[in-house]
């Protein structure tokens, strides 16, 4: 075991028993919450959109817990940690990616569609091709994101429970899989949404606990603070400037941009973030329930400062690396060191972080199962395999065995992806989004001529390049990093395919509509934007 493994368990092996009880507080209190939820799920709006009975402030803090995964917590703050500045640059990319969804999606979408990104597309769209595009896009994005929360959550109790062997981390990723399909079977969005809310406020507590004591330690000098996480990592100035990660040579400032484009564009097409905004009443609690989120979100990334130089400052750069090659338990080990190596208050700082970055990891799984099990149930087994026959009865039935499937997926592929950055692999789910999804949803939302075979081959040309490109680069095989470091068949040099994948998706979707015959419906164009601007007729 490594030094920092060996010290975390140490540490976790004495307050063993304060661990499992903060674990065991939470996760009862969620299935509770998913329980009492259940009981109100009487119908596929309730089980989909909770009913539309959140107001714009419950919807703006579920969509933060949503939206501040297990890549915000731990793998931004283990990228600062390890490439200062460059680590940063995620940070920024997720809050500005807000801006982006707010000015184009969150509206439009909310009065658009019903419950899932495919109703948006079918409006004025040949319904069973279009809405088996958008199902499987939503299942590939969805699953994306499942791996870097699994691959955190496998770390994380690893590092808490001294577990070292690669059985005892598929085990704990198995564990959060069986806990997510519970969830999202019994609670719907009622539960998802109650478990999200608690989780944010938990994670923005424990965020602002660790931030205050971290500028404590340095009299609340930032400058300090910076100065010393410079000096402790080994790299000097070269810590605070750009390029430590990403300007060593020309192919990683390529890849910097290609993460930069990803983030950006791809918030407005995660599907998990695009259905909460179904969740509200009306178009006005939508766009309400985003100035929200912008506000928390906008604090939590600040935040991050403080947890990836803190443990810059404090833990050494070979202690971080000791214990995750991807730095992703920079934040426990800071919790650790903040509270005293040897002592009980550093314990129970340790157990406390841990146990919000498990919430944390709980809730966005649920999240992203129910945004794929709700798109396969109501996009392809509902509308495309029984063609609108399916009762509601039977499209919750269907929902809750997809979550099921999905859920052994992502147990699956997340035991593999267990040693890779989080906050990568969530890079990589937002290029994928970006390139299958934003340009079907802009198109279909702001274009007239846009045809279905422009819609396809926009969904599937971004899916298969975004996938394919990410199947043959670093990220998979060739780095020591990778998901299968022992083989490389890596020939794309990036490891995040948006620079060309995002562009092709929407060159795709005009070549796509240009040699279509077909004629597009000008009458359905005309309802669906004044459907989009103003929500007459929005359910």
Avoid: C
């Amino acid at each position: 075991m490594s030094p920092a493994m060996t010290l975390a368990a140490n540490e976790a092996s004495e307050h063993r028993p304060l661990i499992i009880t903060l674990f065991a507080l939470f996760v009862v209190a969620t299935l509770f919450i998913t329980v009492w939820a259940g009981r109100q799920t009487k119908d596929a709006a309730d089980f989909y959109a909770g009913g539309r009975s959140f107001s714009a402030f419950q919807n703006g803090l579920a969509v933060s817990g949503d939206y501040m995964s297990a890549a915000s917590f731990l793998g931004i703050a283990g990228a600062i940690a390890l490439f200062g500045y460059d680590g940063f640059l995620y940070s920024i990319g997720f809050l500005v990616a807000w801006l982006v969804a707010l000015l184009l999606v969150a509206e439009p979408l909310r009065n658009s569609g019903r419950y899932t990104m495919g109703d948006v597309l079918a409006y004025r769209m040949r319904q069973r091709p279009v809405r088996t595009a958008a199902g499987t896009s939503t299942i590939v994005v969805s699953i994306f994101y499942l791996l870097a929360q699994m691959a955190g959550a496998g770390v994380l109790v690893s590092l808490l429970l001294g577990i070292t062997s690669d059985a005892g981390k598929i085990l704990i990723v198995a564990l959060v899989g069986i806990l997510m399909i519970v969830y999202v079977s019994i609670g719907g969005m009622k539960g998802t949404t109650w478990v999200q809310m608690v989780k944010a406020v938990l994670l923005i507590s424990g965020t602002i606990l660790i931030t205050f004591l971290v500028l404590l330690k340095f009299n609340f000098n930032i400058s300090d603070l910076l100065g010393t996480a410079a000096e402790n990592s080994g790299k000097g100035a070269a810590f605070l400037e750009p390029g430590l990660q990403y300007g060593a040579t020309g192919t990683t400032k390529l890849d910097f941009i290609s993460l930069g484009i990803a983030l950006v564009l791809g918030t407005a097409g995660l599907p998990h973030i695009l259905i909460r905004f179904y969740t509200v009443p009306n178009s006005k609690a939508a766009r309400k329930s985003v100035n929200w989120a912008i506000g928390i979100i906008g604090g939590f990334y600040l935040m991050t400062i403080a947890l990836g130089f803190g443990a810059a400052a404090l833990i050494s750069q070979e202690e971080i690396i000791a214990s995750n090659k991807s730095g992703n338990t920079a934040a426990p080990l800071l919790a650790l060191h903040l509270g005293g190596v040897d002592s009980a208050w550093g314990a129970i700082l340790l157990a406390t972080i841990s146990a919000v970055a498990f919430a944390t990891i709980l809730a966005v799984v649920a999240g992203l199962t129910l945004a794929s099990s709700s798109s396969f149930a109501h996009d392809i087994y509902a509308n495309v395999i029984r063609k609108g026959k399916a009762t509601e009865k039977e499209e919750v039935k269907a929902a809750r065995l997809a979550t099921i499937g999905i859920g052994a997926v992502s147990i699956l592929l997340g035991s593999l992806a267990r040693d890779l950055n989080v906050a990568g692999l969530v890079a990589l789910a937002f290029a994928v989004a970006a390139s299958a999804n934003l340009p079907t949803i802009l198109y279909s939302l702001f274009w007239k001529r846009f045809t279905t075979q422009g819609a396809l081959w926009s969904i599937y040309g971004g899916l298969t390049v975004a996938v394919g490109l990410v199947l043959f680069s670093p990220v998979v095989s060739g780095d020591p990093t990778a998901m299968f470091p022992d083989v490389d068949f890596s020939w794309f040099p990036l490891k995040n395919p948006g620079i060309i994948s995002i562009p092709f998706g929407f060159l795709m979707g005009i070549v796509g509509t240009y040699l279509s015959k077909e004629e597009p419906d000008t009458g359905k164009y005309a309802e669906l934007e004044v459907r989009s601007l103003t929500g007459t007729g929005a359910h």
